[in-house]
């Protein structure tokens, strides 16, 4: 009877791994507050339910708001979103989920509110929203991080007297080839492209930047999986712009700008983040204010929207949101109701449809996925 119960969950599990469901654990970066968050949350994740469970703490450290995961798996960084900025890297335990610093660099400025690494795992990129500027990170072999390489301070304003008397880099996305990093600055409504080069300087491209509409503010941007567009979406436009991607010069050119805000469209409402699915024809946006996912059908011929309709989050301020690594799920942070909830995906149409309870995460702003043993 033992032989044959093992059997029967040894099959299941086999089914299950070559049906796609293989076991991930997802990290969750948090802004940390006393009582409440304390850094790097896990939870086991089950691909076949998009289920959380045993939610617990991976590493205790200072407002970890953006996460990034090595392309090897073996290691995680966080952004520590402070005045006085750093970066911090961990080694993943995969088969417990736990975390162990290997060691923490300052980002060269404040504020470090997002990061991301090159393709090969050799370099990291940092953008500091306080001070506006972006920065790389030599990726050592044992995962630890070296002190930074290059340093760009950008310069400059646009129209909005409160938001934009300065820049605010906003994030930094390493290209499907890995040849540019855009880094979009909401204060100077402009896209920044730099160049990743062997030895790490990161010089900046020709053209140098994409510029938006006046006020729009640039926050973070999707490649289109088939490498020919990128979708920037605005944090006070509440827009997403669409642009033709030239990737022998990491050079855009506008092809639309579609509304995300929908017909409530108010003044407390800014975009957060976007995606686009895995297979190419669905685009996801987050927008705060009315707590939503914004859905639009893409042409992947053409890179043009149309929009597919929106879906409450179920929580306050949807700060962030990622697809599942199957494509079968989204998973929405929200921020202000220390919860996280999960939808699942329509992959003809895009349309969410929420799967269960909310799990409660406190402060969650970022989420990543890691395969487990």
């Known amino acids: 009877m033992l032989t044959m119960r093992f059997l029967r969950v040894f099959t299941l599990a086999a089914l299950a ?12 970066g948090t802004y940390t507050k006393p009582d409440k968050s304390k850094g790097i949350y896990s939870a086991r994740y089950d691909a076949a339910t998009g289920k959380l469970t045993a939610i617990s703490l991976a590493a205790e450290t200072a407002s970890p708001s953006f996460l990034a995961v090595h392309p090897n798996g073996r290691f995680l960084y966080a952004v520590n979103e402070q005045a006085e900025g750093s970066v911090s890297a ?9 975390l162990k610093l290997l060691n923490r660099v300052s980002s060269r400025g404040n504020g470090p509110c997002h990061l991301a690494l090159d393709h090969t795992g050799k370099w990291l990129f940092a953008a500091n929203y306080g001070s506006g500027s972006v920065a790389v990170f030599p990726v050592h ?12 301070q950008h310069e400059g304003s646009s129209v909005n007297a409160t938001r934009q008397r300065g820049p605010h880099a906003h994030g930094t996305f390493v290209s499907p080839d890995n040849r540019f990093v855009l880094a979009p600055d909401l204060g100077l409504d402009k896209v920044m492209t730099y160049r990743i080069d062997p030895q790490g300087t990161m010089p900046p491209s020709d053209p140098p930047f994409f510029k938006a509409a006046p006020g729009a503010g640039p926050r973070h941007l999707a490649f289109h999986p088939n490498g020919k567009f990128v979708y920037i979406l605005t944090e006070m436009g509440i827009n997403v712009v669409a642009c033709r991607y030239d990737a022998q010069r990491g050079a855009l050119e506008e092809i639309q700008t579609a509304d995300a805000a929908g017909v409530n469209r108010s003044p407390s409402m800014s975009g957060a983040e976007i995606e686009v699915h895995p297979n190419g024809r669905i685009l996801y946006a987050s927008v705060r204010g009315d707590n939503s996912i914004a859905i639009f059908a893409v042409d992947p011929a053409t890179g043009r929207l149309s929009a597919a309709g929106r879906v409450s989050t179920e929580g306050k301020t949807p700060r962030a949101f990622t697809i599942s690594p199957d494509g079968k799920y989204l998973l929405a942070a929200n921020q202000d109701s220390d919860s996280v909830m999960t939808f699942a995906i329509d992959p003809r149409t895009g349309a969410l449809t929420r799967t269960g309870d909310p799990v409660e995460v406190f402060s969650p702003v970022s989420i990543v996925f890691v395969k487990s043993r």
Not at 17 to 28: D, R, S, V
Request: avoid cysteine; aromatic fraction near 16%.
């Open 141 to 152: 072999p044992d995962g630890s991080l070296g002190e930074s390489s290059a340093f760009h």
């Open 90 to 98: 961990f080694a993943i335990d995969r088969t417990t989920g736990g």
């Open 17 to 28: 791994q070559a049906a796609g469901f293989a076991q991930h654990t997802a990290y969750f």
